[in-house]
């Protein structure tokens, strides 16, 4: 796969030394697996966000990126990148593409990924940036995703980038019954706490990795 970042226009704010720092921070921060912070330094961020606001891109902060939502935090999708990819999963799927930056960063870490978006505003700038960089194991869908992607069942991995109340029933059963892991945020009184859970046939294992702050998971579609 070759991928093309020359196509965006960069500033100073946006150049490899920017990435540096930032992986240096992450290492600062306890992410440890050089896989990750190799792909999170190829990775531009601010490609994913708007011009306006991209000299903030390697800033370790969450930034908007329109309807109200946001791209996370870095320190939170390296976590959750290392988590996932220490089951060597071959298929992913990724519920909330919000910028795509999450899903580009598992793109080079694994074989497929499937994402999903409920705004359709955003699935659209998605699949552009996508396109333009030249990605050709991200497989898009404007939908719900609390009702996962069936069709395309079962997954080695199940990353959910939205606050849920409850985990959805139907993305557990999506996993694969050898080992599938999701990963989600879950609310409890009031916070977030970051779940991992692994499927090993009719048992699951769970984890809980500290507290986060994601943007809620919601149901239905919107333009
Ligand atoms: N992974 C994203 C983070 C985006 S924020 C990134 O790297 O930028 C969370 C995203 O989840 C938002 O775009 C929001 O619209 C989306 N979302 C919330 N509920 C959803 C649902 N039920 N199905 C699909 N996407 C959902």
Redesign the pocket.
Known sequence: MKLNFEKFSGTGMTSDSSRDRLVKQLQKEGIIDNEVLKVMRIIPRHI?VDEAISSKAYDNTALP?GKS????HPLI?AKMTEILIKHKPKRVL?????????AAILALLVDKVFT????EL?HKKSVEVFKKVGFQNIYTKYS???KGWPHKAPFDGIII??GAKEVPDDLIMQLNPNQGVLICPVEKNGKQYLKSIVRSEKKFHEEVHGIVK??P???GITT
Request: charged share 15%.
């Open positions: 994913f990126i939502q946001t791209i996370s999708v990724e519920i909330g593409t919000g910028s795509g930056y999450q999903i978006e409920r705004i955003l719900d995703g609390n980038t939205a994601f943007v998971l919601l149901e």
